[in-house]
């Protein structure tokens, strides 16, 4: 894992991750086979729940206790000794050791016929390179684990998604690298004061069949505000790795804030935002854009931005059939860095998977000078705070992959730029959006596509769609005359004669 993947997983937060509870920690120590079954975990939620907030105990013998960067990567698992190797399972698993970013114990256990082992640390099943190894005491506990899977080809088993830092877990798919992050739920993101970030306490795994095509994990979420039991049904499918996620939360105290099903990205610049930048690269980013694909069947578009201070966006909605953050550059020359390989980092789409009422997708952009940490947040805030007390479940599909399609005879936004406009006196801002795909892609060059745009205030000027010869997009253009010093909320697309889209919806503020 590189330096910027660790930092990104545990550096920008606290990473919270310990024993439950004293029954919880009992059995881990006991050794002992317990019945599990699918209401085991959301008992011990509820349990929790039903308890003040015990701070994990992040207490570490030497050296794990002050070990930096370097001394970690020397920390390495055994690959021979993953899980279910010798089985014929078409999944692996591996774990992570504690210490750097991750003091924090996580409590590790085994499913297979109805029955729950704790899976104790072993020492052997680490190097340790040049480092002391540490004490070989069974109670020490992981960091958390990776999944591996036959995910390219058939006969060799990569990485597939990793469970590690507070509740962030992430996912690949076949030719693609990791990337952003999903979360088992966010609190206060981007709010003013300390941010809450739960963690995973503890995690089942259940034994993979010789012929199972998906892998089932359960985890205890656990934080000041809220319990809750998680179900992750993991699933690679080639082009794209599916996770179905069945959430059950209860709260300790009402959540007027919860971040449903969150996504955690890094955009850093591109193109259409890069005032200031002096870097070789054209553009850094894990994500360049929000989707949408609201209850009405909108299909929107929103592209990110690197803010001067800290944005939040809401996209009102009821019943919301799916939103993501994506990565639509997907040629080398756009990034133009051969070891962060951007282009290959992974598009993440939430498709709930029942009604989830009335809210708003909630993006939260903070301002960043690096590529070293995720500085961009998503996800569905349901409009009626979560009470106290009381159970609330969230059932949703994750996505990881590649250009996802949600209505296919619809352009897609491929590029967003913007700069000063023409003109005496005060000068206009102009906007230019290039779109691909979709009915747009089969009309004749000498075709008028209809420019409907909007601006919340001022004045939108010279809007006009054209084909671009050289690269077969069409493009969109306007002008923006600004009211003062007023934020505008920008919105547009492309109409065919009788009103019906061509293309998706493109949304934008401005000033960013």
Not at 21 to 31: I, M, Q, T, V, Y
Not at 353 to 377: K, Q, R, S, Y
Request: hydrophobic share 40%; glycine share 10%; with cysteine.
């Amino acid at each position: 894992m590189r330096r910027r993947d660790l930092i990104a997983a545990g550096a920008s937060m606290p990473v919270l991750l310990a024993l439950p509870g004293r029954s919880l920690a009992a059995f881990a120590a006991s050794g002992a086979a317990t019945p599990f079954d699918g209401d085991t975990v959301p008992a011990l939620a509820r349990a929790l729940a039903a308890r003040a907030y015990a701070p994990p105990e992040r207490t570490l013998p030497p050296p794990l206790d002050s070990i930096d960067y370097d001394q970690f990567r020397d920390y390495r698992f055994r690959p021979e000794h993953a899980l279910w190797r010798d089985t014929g399972a078409p999944f692996q698993a591996q774990l992570f050791h504690r210490g750097f970013l991750f003091k924090d114990r996580v409590d590790l256990h085994l499913v297979e016929d109805g029955r729950a082992m704790p899976l104790p640390y072993r020492r052997d099943r680490f190097e340790f390179g040049p480092q002391v190894p540490p004490p070989d005491d069974p109670a020490l506990g992981h960091a958390g684990f990776r999944l591996h899977a036959p995910v390219n080809s058939a006969d060799y088993f990569d990485e597939l998604c990793v469970f590690l830092g507070a509740s962030y877990f992430r996912a690949v798919a076949r030719g693609l690298v990791y990337g952003l992050s999903a979360r088992g739920l966010a609190l206060g993101s981007g709010d003013p004061g300390p941010e809450e970030f739960p963690l995973f306490r503890a995690f089942w795994l259940e034994q993979p069949a010789a012929g199972a095509d998906t892998m089932v994990v359960h985890a205890l979420l656990d934080s000041p505000s809220v319990a809750g039991a998680y179900r992750f049904a993991i699933r690679p499918a080639g082009e794209e790795t599916l996770i179905d996620v069945d959430a059950r939360l209860y709260p300790r105290v009402e959540l007027r804030n919860a971040g449903i099903a969150p996504l955690t990205s890094m955009f850093e610049f591109d193109p259409g935002d890069r005032v200031g930048v002096d870097d070789f690269r054209p553009a850094v980013h894990d994500s360049d854009g929000l989707a949408l694909f609201n209850g009405a069947g909108e299909q929107a578009w929103r592209p990110l931005r690197n803010p001067p201070g800290v944005s939040h966006s809401g996209f009102q909605d009821e019943h919301p059939r799916g939103f993501g953050l994506m990565q639509r550059k997907r040629d080398f020359a756009q990034f133009q860095d051969a070891e962060g390989s951007y282009e290959r980092r992974p598009d993440a789409w939430v498709e709930p998977l029942g009604d989830w009422g009335a809210g708003e997708v909630h993006l939260v952009e903070l301002p960043t000078g690096n590529e070293f940490a995720d500085n961009i947040v998503a996800f569905w805030r349901p409009r009626a705070s979560l009470a106290a007390g009381r159970e609330h479940r969230f059932g949703y599909r994750l996505h990881w992959g590649r250009d996802h399609t949600w209505l296919p005879q619809l352009a897609r936004v491929v590029a967003t730029r913007t700069g000063e406009g023409d003109g005496e006196g005060a000068r206009p801002r102009l906007f230019v959006i290039d779109f691909d795909g979709g009915r747009l892609a089969s009309l004749p060059a000498d075709a008028a596509p209809r420019v409907e745009a909007s601006a919340s205030v001022g004045e939108l000027r010279n809007p006009v769609a054209y084909r671009v010869a050289a690269t077969g997009h069409w493009r969109m253009s306007f002008e923006l005359m600004p009211a003062g010093t007023a934020e505008v909320e920008l919105r547009a697309r492309l109409l065919d004669a009788s009103g019906v889209p061509l293309s998706e919806t493109w949304l934008s503020r401005w000033p960013a």
